[in-house]
């Protein structure tokens, strides 16, 4: 406003002096007024210039304005809005339940797996230890089957070793009841029945069973005979072998301790 109205005074000055120029006709005047008119008009130039150009203070003022004006534009545009804040908010609360909702899933995971291998190991055990039982019952019961057969083998062979045909009649019915013998002893052994050897064998009471000891020559021990025959069944016994064993011959008194005596 200060500068408008030095401009205004301005031009009202040379309006004075240009009514004052056509009214004086001194020359000594005009040429006063005419360098005051020159320096005025020059004045009157600089302050039309500073007058258009803008001023440095205004300048600054409207720079820091318009950087204000970016920057909180730029604030508005990178800060969300209050429903986007809300909504982050509520995502992420979501999100830690949704974690935490996973953890208690995997621990319960975890324990359900440690149970389902625990109950996977103690039916292994289960099935293992069922057909070890059943397997031995079937054992038991498969001896007690063929103790109880071995009696009628027994009989047979009683009957072989005393009985000796006499004539063609006989030898026929001799023959016809060894080979019911022989297939009743091939059934057994396909049972794993087998019969024990041990006529010279030492004595081992794992597997025989001693009846009698007998004066012999074999070394003390050996089974001289076998009374009632043994069997195995597979690798285990099935019935001890009752046996014979040698015992040490006596001595006979030498004549000599027999004339001392006398």
């Known amino acids: 406003m200060t500068e408008t109205n030095n401009y205004m005074e301005i031009d009202q000055e040379v309006k004075e002096l240009n009514n004052n120029l056509s009214s004086e006709n001194t020359e000594d005047l005009i040429l006063d007024d005419t360098e005051e008119v020159t320096d005025l008009n020059q004045e009157l130039q600089e302050l039309e210039q500073n007058t258009s ?9 409207d720079e820091i304005k318009s950087e204000e004006e970016v920057t909180t534009a730029e604030t508005e545009e990178n800060s969300p809005p209050e429903d986007e804040n809300e909504e982050i908010k509520l995502l992420q609360t979501e999100i830690a339940h949704l974690k935490e909702q996973l953890t208690i899933q995997q ?29 031995e019952l079937e054992t038991q019961v498969k001896k007690k089957t063929i103790t109880e057969l071995l009696s009628v083998v027994d009989n047979f ?37 087998s019969a024990m050897r041990p006529e ?3 004595f081992d009471p794992n597997f025989h069973e001693a009846m009698l000891r007998e ?14 025959r043994g069997y195995m069944l597979n690798e ?6 009752m046996v014979k064993v040698a015992a040490p011959m006596e001595n006979d008194t030498p004549p000599e301790n027999e004339e001392k005596n006398e």
């Open 53 to 61: 150009a803008p001023h440095p203070d205004t300048a600054t003022i």
């Open 107 to 135: 621990e319960q995971n975890q324990a359900i797996q440690g149970q389902y291998m625990r109950l996977t190991a103690d039916f292994d055990n289960y099935r293992r230890r069922t057909s070890k039982e059943k397997e």
């Open 157 to 193: 062979e009683r009957a072989r070793s005393h009985i000796k045909p006499a004539n063609d009649g006989e030898m026929v019915i001799h023959r016809s009841y060894q080979g019911v013998y022989k297939n009743f002893v091939d059934a057994l052994k396909k049972l794993g029945v």
């Open 200 to 202: 010279g064998q030492i």
């Open 215 to 228: 004066s012999s020559p074999e070394p003390e021990g050996t089974v001289l005979e076998q009374l009632v």
């Open 236 to 241: 285990e016994v099935l019935r001890y072998a």
